[in-house]
Each structure stands twice: as structure tokens, then as C-alpha cells.
């Protein structure tokens, strides 16, 4: 079974902040996604990596950085956390030339 | 970039029923079209997906069809049951040897009532 696997289920940080989402796969997958969902909006893409220290920017990258240094780990990472970006971040991976894409558990962010 | 939109946010049915999700895009290039579904607590897990070169495809009580030229496709659900509550996702995207981006839209929630 493909494993994705986020590091915190809740987190609760301050306003102005640095935040680290962790993001672990085990099925040597070369994409990797962060989407933030909120109700009504879906699943928004933040940024995505197709291969390790690359990264493309997704449809909603204001405020968020990306580091992807090995091939199973991708990171999200608020610079100074803000209180609109309290919300559920999910982390996919997939593997390239193929469809499915694996969600983690999700981290739900709560800046206070 | 390609743009989804999802009809109706809510679906209330009684069980046994049928229920029906639409979805448009805006991309005539997406050629990939898959459909998660969020149990409350739990993350998104792919129930069908169905590519641009099909019209229709299904499994057991779950079916999709997808007109290309109108640029939308549906989710059916037949007999449903109380285990199909839950957050439904359309999603569209453009599947090539680099992997898929996809863009997701806003999300049904259904229930269904025993």
C-alpha cells in the first residue's frame, strides 16, 4: 500500500510564525503535491515538485514556500503565519506517467 | 489554467436512490478526469477516474460519463447507501509522462438518509 504520511495532525502556531509541514512517501513517487482545502473551495494547489529540488508554483503560492531535497520528503513552509492560512493542508504524491494521486491524513493549522 | 466548477455543493437522498454530480472545466487540453471521495476525518481516496478518449466508464454502482465537446462529466452513484456519505471531489487535468496536475472543484457534500 502506498504510505503518505504528514507529520502533524494538528498544529497551532502564532501569527508571524515559521511553519514546517512535513510530507513522507514511501513508494519512490516523483510527484509531490501541497493543496490547502477549505470549505467550499475544494482542493487548491499550492505548489508541486516533479522531481527532487524542483518545484512549480500551483494556483495559489502567496505566502508558502516549497523545499523538496530528497525524493520522499516534500516540505511546506509558511514563512510568518498568518490567520488566513489557518486551514487543512494535504500532501499527494504520484508516480510520474501515471494517474492516481495518494493524499495523506492531512494537517489541520490553526494560527492564532 | 484550467478552471472546475461542481454542482450541487449539497445532495440530500434516501437511500436507494441515485445521485448525480456534475462537473465542468474550462481546459480542452485536461484529458484526465478522476473523482476522490472524503469520508469525514479521512483523506481523499479515488473512487473512479475516467480519460478523455472514453465516454463512459463504470464500476459496480459507481459510473462516470464525460461529454469533451460541452467539456463536462458526471459522477452516478445507483442504490446508495448509508456508507456513500461523504465529500465528493471532481477533479480535471492534463496526464502526460510527467505525472498530473490536477484541479480540483469545490466539493459535493452527500447524504444519505436510511
Known amino acids: 500500500d502506498v504510505k503518505v504520511t504528514q507529520s502533524s495532525r494538528y498544529l497551532v502556531k502564532r501569527t508571524g510564525e515559521k511553519v514546517f509541514l512535513e510530507c513522507v512517501q514511501d513508494?519512490?513517487?516523483?510527484?509531490m503535491f501541497w493543496y490547502r482545502q477549505d470549505p467550499g473551495l475544494g482542493l487548491r494547489l499550492i505548489y508541486f515538485?516533479?522531481?527532487?529540488?524542483?518545484?512549480e508554483k500551483g494556483d495559489i503560492p502567496e505566502g508558502y514556500s516549497v523545499s523538496r531535497e530528497k525524493k520522499e520528503r516534500f516540505s511546506l513552509i509558511l514563512e510568518s503565519a498568518s490567520t488566513n492560512q489557518t486551514s487543512m493542508y494535504l500532501c499527494?504524491?504520484?508516480?510520474?506517467?501515471?494517474?492516481?494521486?495518494?493524499f495523506g491524513q492531512g494537517t489541520r493549522l490553526t494560527v492564532v | 489554467g484550467e478552471n472546475v466548477e461542481q454542482h450541487p455543493s449539497t445532495l440530500s437522498v434516501q437511500e436507494g436512490d441515485s445521485a448525480v454530480i456534475k462537473c465542468t472545466y474550462s481546459?480542452?487540453?485536461?484529458?484526465?478526469f478522476p473523482w476522490y471521495k472524503q469520508e469525514l476525518g479521512k483523506r481523499p481516496q479515488l473512487i473512479i477516474d475516467?480519460?478523455?478518449?472514453?465516454g463512459e466508464k463504470k464500476d459496480q454502482r459507481i459510473a462516470v460519463t464525460l461529454n469533451k465537446t460541452a467539456k463536462h462529466f458526471s459522477l452516478h452513484i445507483t442504490e446508495t447507501q448509508p456508507e456513500d456519505s461523504a465529500v465528493y471531489f471532481c477533479?480535471?487535468?492534463?496526464?502526460?509522462?510527467?505525472?498530473?496536475?490536477?484541479?480540483f472543484g469545490g466539493g459535493t457534500r452527500l447524504m444519505v438518509k436510511p
Open positions: 515538485s516533479y522531481d527532487v529540488k524542483m518545484k
Open positions: 513508494m519512490d513517487h516523483e510527484n
Open positions: 477533479a480535471a487535468g492534463l496526464l502526460n509522462n510527467a505525472g498530473n496536475m490536477l484541479t
Open positions: 499527494a504524491s504520484s508516480a510520474g506517467g501515471r494517474d492516481e494521486a495518494f
Open positions: 475516467i480519460r478523455s478518449n472514453v
Open positions: 481546459d480542452s487540453a485536461s484529458n484526465y
